[in-house]
DNA sequence: AACAAACCTGTCCGCTTGGTCAAGAAACTC
DNA sequence: GAGTTTCTTGACCAAGCGGACAGGTTTGTT
């Protein structure tokens, strides 16, 4: 069963909802056609519960690092860090949603416009909150949020572009290290973030 | 026959590849179906030439912005703002685009790895020009633009999380502008770029 | 051992899909 | 205005699709 879901999130990742058979995602789990329509009824269905186990997924990682008790330079720099590693170890995961949203987000729109509404506001506000103290500059927070979704999830949802551009054939872990760093530093020096060393001066 | 690739334009992008029909096509089009296969013959030749069209368009903003002879004050930013605006007005393009890349990039894989690499690889030079002209930091060049274009697209493919997120039903230009600006000073900032007044110091 | 409940799967089915085709309508050519 | 090419289209088709289902097998219970 979870086993089936791990074959189907590969499958969905690469031909998205649309694109990918019954056949393929029975093919990838090893399993006749008829066992997937036991156990999901339909491809949709599948395709949902795919989905949800990516979202419950998704925003531990900002939850855990974007919190008020943390400077920024550690903060920003943890969840960039974090979500980076979530590219490189779940690439298919992220893949799914980019092709879901893509589309229109015809299956998780409720969520998109609820759960993930609520907690970017109070994310937020934590970021708000960082700059009211004089930590880092008074950057747009929901701003600045997206696009460290966007360069971090780059390197998964794009990553057919990256290996092509650099000429590699897979990314390598240096590679990869040097991406991060990139990215943290957009981050941390693109919003103004004071050293760690720094106390508040505002 | 333009018309005809306007109108796919916008289906494939909703719909994707594989998602969109062929009856679809013709809808959007205004035409019955039989006439679509007479002017392009199969799908994948329509969805070809849609691509095809979109990738002319795609490195223009590039070798114009990103050249020796500017500062990269201006440079950096005039090329994100095109790529902004680009975002702005033909969101379906960058959305086929991506959608493209994500499923693997099989129709477009030899323009990736031949006439983007080598693009990149001078802008790349550009780039690396300015910081050893002690412009801006010396920052990778590459993952740079990898960044630059996965914060400027993501205006353009996954606008609908952007709406739902911001509780707005199309982004109004006073929200574009933040936005654009975001971008602008995560790149110049985050890269270290020095302001205009200053001369070289290395 | 008997029975029931849960699980598995080969085979079938209606429907949609991309694509074909023949025949007609328009537009050129001389 | 006859002939020829280009364009247009309704009707059709084989293939592949998601899904249904009946009958078999395994597992659990008493």
Known sequence: MQHILAASEKVFAQHGFQ?????Q???????PKANLHYYFGTKERLYRTVLEGILTLWLDDATTWLVPERHPADGLAGYVRAKMAH??????????FAGELLHGAPHIMLYLGIELRRTVTDLARVIEGWSAR???????????LFNIWAMTQTYA??????????GKVSI???????????VVA?????????????RKSA
């Open 87 to 96: 590219s490189r170890l779940r690439p298919d995961a992220s893949r799914i």
């Open 134 to 144: 004089g930590l880092m500059d008074p950057i747009n927070p929901v701003h600045l």
């Open 25 to 31: 995602l029975a093919a990838a789990a090893g399993l």
């Open 186 to 198: 957009l981050v941390l020096k693109g919003s103004g973030v004071r050293a760690l060393e720094e």
């Open 19 to 23: 694109g990918a058979t019954m056949t």
């Open 172 to 182: 390598d872990d240096v590679e990869f290290a040097t991406a991060t760093e990139t």
């Open 157 to 166: 949802d794009f990553d057919v572009q990256i290996r092509a551009v650099l």
